[in-house]
């Protein structure tokens, strides 16, 4: 059906054409066609991140966002950038603590080229990461972490509450910039090393979404990265699934910042887990919105100057939801939480309304719709999918899901994970 008839229908056609193939030396592809765009996004996540790392030598995956950007044995350091934006393209990366994400959109004529460019450096990094190479990119990363986490007010507050919900040998409880100290020590071996382990076709999604058609889309894949050896997948880190929190947990924290703010956290089911769904209508319910019921009982009555609630989707054992308040001017954190608490725990013990529930989806389905008319943010999704939930077509089966779960759904998945006496309860104080 043409996109603007789909776009005047009363029933909204949420689905995109998708196909999939993996090829040879086993990089997972999969291709968007869609012929009302005249770009191609170029997608690849790489299967690794911070929770894949050693104890002692974190910021590997991180520091490898940058080094993936210092050249190969056909690009000079910075080329690869400066070539795509030449072509009108733009290109960037994230890392996170499950997967690194690469990413750029070209004209279609200049998809052969984006792909070269990303096999090139697959297949040759190493040839141009030597001592100064490291040296110049750690800086750079260390910079980071002192501009993002330990210069700027509220900065050390997510660091510090993943290491005080999880276990000090847990994976993700260290964040992915790492530690100086990590940084610091690490080797051109050890470097060398991660490399080695993670780098590889068998260890990759790669996506495309725009003016592609998926059997040009896998040949250009064959052509530009069939002659790389395919490496070994990073096995999925057997994390186990740690209980519920028990006995409210506390952690004050004071610095030179603005407010006090107050930080409930829980520990929830992983991204793909059949809870994740309505706990995410329920967050949305909670606190998506100037009419939600945090904001009526938080904000509007002057207890807290801002209220929001968000799961990080984290994908191995466990994911963790946080709700968090910035107190306002003359009310105590203690005030700030005790309302909180007793607003979330009337939901748990009430459930949502019906319009309350018919809002959150409608909310869910126009941001998720927004979000998939950029191919960028797309091809992005497709590859989540598939990395999450085996499947690249998830993006097709998402709303669907969505929209048969019911006010009892949601009520029963929050009653489950996000009960008030299973909170850590972090409170950042601003210092006197």
């Avoid at 997948?233 to 910042?257: E, F, K, Q």
């Avoid at 089966?397 to 949601?410: E, G, P, Q, R």
Wanted: charged residues 20%; hydrophobic residues 40%.
């Amino acid at each position: 059906m043409p996109r603007e008839d789909r776009v005047c229908s009363t029933v909204v056609d949420h689905t995109y054409p998708l196909r999939t193939t993996v090829t040879s030396n086993g990089i997972r592809v999969a291709v968007n066609p869609d012929p009302w765009v005249s770009g191609v996004s170029v997608n690849l996540w790489y299967l690794v991140g911070s929770v894949h790392e050693a104890a002692g030598k974190t910021g590997f995956a991180h520091l490898f966002e940058h080094l993936m950007f210092s050249g190969s044995a056909n690009v000079s350091s910075g080329e690869h950038l400066g070539v795509v934006q030449s072509m009108g393209g733009n290109a960037n990366a994230t890392t996170s603590f499950d997967r690194t994400n690469y990413f750029e959109t070209v004209p279609a004529g200049g998809l052969d080229l984006a792909l070269w460019l990303e096999a090139e450096r697959l297949s040759s990094l190493l040839d141009s990461v030597d001592q100064v190479n490291l040296d110049t990119q750690r800086d750079v990363v260390k910079e980071e972490k002192r501009q993002r986490y330990d210069n700027v007010p509220y900065g050390d507050a997510f660091p510090r509450l993943m290491s005080f919900l999880f276990p000090g040998t847990h994976p993700y409880a260290h964040m992915p910039i790492g530690s100086m100290e990590d940084l610091d020590s690490a080797t051109l071996e050890d470097v060398h090393g991660f490399f080695h382990s993670h780098y590889s076709p068998s260890n990759l999604i790669l996506t495309l979404s725009g003016a592609v058609e998926p059997e040009d889309g896998f040949a250009l894949v064959d052509r530009y990265f069939g002659h790389i050896a395919p490496g070994r997948p990073t096995p999925r880190p057997d994390l186990g699934v740690l209980a519920p929190l028990t006995g409210l947990p506390r952690l004050d924290v004071s610095g030179d910042v603005p407010q006090d703010v107050v930080y409930c956290s829980w520990l929830v089911p992983p991204i793909a887990d059949d809870a994740n769904d309505p706990l995410g209508l329920g967050l949305s319910i909670l606190a998506g919105s100037m009419t939600s019921r945090l904001h009526t009982d938080l904000v509007r009555t002057s207890v807290a100057d801002s209220v929001e609630a968000f799961d990080l989707g984290l994908e191995h054992g466990n994911s963790v939801i946080m709700a968090t308040a910035a107190c306002a001017e003359g009310v105590t954190p203690e005030q700030v939480e005790e309302t909180l608490m007793r607003s979330w725990d009337r939901f748990l013990q009430e459930g949502p309304t019906d319009d309350e529930v018919s809002r959150a989806i409608r909310s869910e389905e126009r941001d998720f719709l927004a979000d998939l008319s950029s191919i960028e943010h797309r091809s992005d999704h497709i590859s989540a999918s598939w990395s999450y939930f085996g499947d690249a077509n998830e993006i097709n089966k998402h709303m669907d899901t969505i929209k048969a779960l019911s006010a009892d759904d949601i009520r029963a998945a929050c009653a489950t994970w996000l009960r008030p006496d299973n909170a850590a309860i972090m409170t950042y104080r601003r210092s006197l």
